[in-house]
């Protein structure tokens, strides 16, 4: 068949000309076809090689009737991407971590308030080995969770220093470390005489008792721990 003849068969089957830059390939690819035998073993190699590279494009170019430029990269040369430094840690683990990051950051709690409550039966329910490594790998600021729940204690509890102190280092309040608990109650902007005026409110309300006993019990240690000077302020201000 005459290279007219292979053009028009080509133009029939895709419905379109072919670009000028296929005519060349395939004289090309004729050319070297009768040509190759007069050359030495090694340099037929080379040509046959050469020559199924550039049938090879040329029937990608055919088929998908793109640029050059366009031609995917081969897999060969594909960077792998990074495999992941955790993937050799149980998924179990994982979860864990990712529950012990939610307590911090969203509930402030302490170190082994956390562990508490990952291995929790009405918590997460997570192994011991699991829950350790949770709180071994999570980075969190245990200062600031103590001072933000010293907050929470003040704004809603209305407590005095000694009691949100108390409170935080409880085996049944938030178990901190004494040194966290310190922490946040010297960097605590609380003003402890409205809250002893408040806790005064909710003691007249709530049990009915007189203005001395209301005194008593905001400075008592098992009450409010107020200061005398708090608790004076309440009661003077108390209606």
């Known amino acids: 068949m005459s290279k007219k003849g292979k053009e028009e068969t080509v133009e029939k089957k ?3 000309k072919l670009p000028i830059i296929i005519v060349v390939v395939v004289v090309i690819i004729i050319a070297a076809a009768i040509g190759g035998g007069g050359d030495s073993e ?11 590279s550039v049938s090879a494009s040329s029937v990608s170019s055919v088929s998908n009737t793109t640029t050059p430029e366009a031609t995917a990269t081969p897999e060969a040369t594909a960077t792998p991407e990074a495999t992941p430094a955790d993937d050799s840690v149980p998924a179990d683990y994982r979860s864990a971590l990712n529950q012990a990051e939610s307590y911090s950051s969203v509930m402030h709690m302490s170190k082994q308030g956390i562990y508490d409550q990952l291995v929790s039966e009405y918590g997460g329910q997570f192994s011991a080995e699991a829950a350790q490594y949770a709180v071994d790998n999570l980075q969190a600021d245990y ?4 001072l933000a729940s010293a907050e929470s204690y003040s704004d809603t509890m209305h407590m005095s220093k000694q009691a949100i102190y108390d409170q935080l280092i409880s085996e049944y309040g938030g178990q901190f470390t004494a040194e966290e608990a310190q922490y ?14 408040e806790s005064a409110k909710s003691y007249q309300e709530t049990l009915s008792m007189s203005p ?28």
């Open 14 to 16: 895709k419905g379109k």
């Open 42 to 52: 090694g340099n037929a190699t080379a040509d046959n090689t050469s020559t199924s």
């Open 143 to 146: 200062n600031a969770n103590a």
């Open 184 to 197: 946040a109650v010297d960097n605590l902007q609380a003003d402890y005489k409205a809250n002893a005026l």
């Open 212 to 239: 001395e006993a209301i005194r008593d019990q905001l400075v008592s240690e098992y009450g409010g721990q107020f200061t005398q000077e708090e608790a004076d302020y309440a009661i003077e201000n108390l209606n």
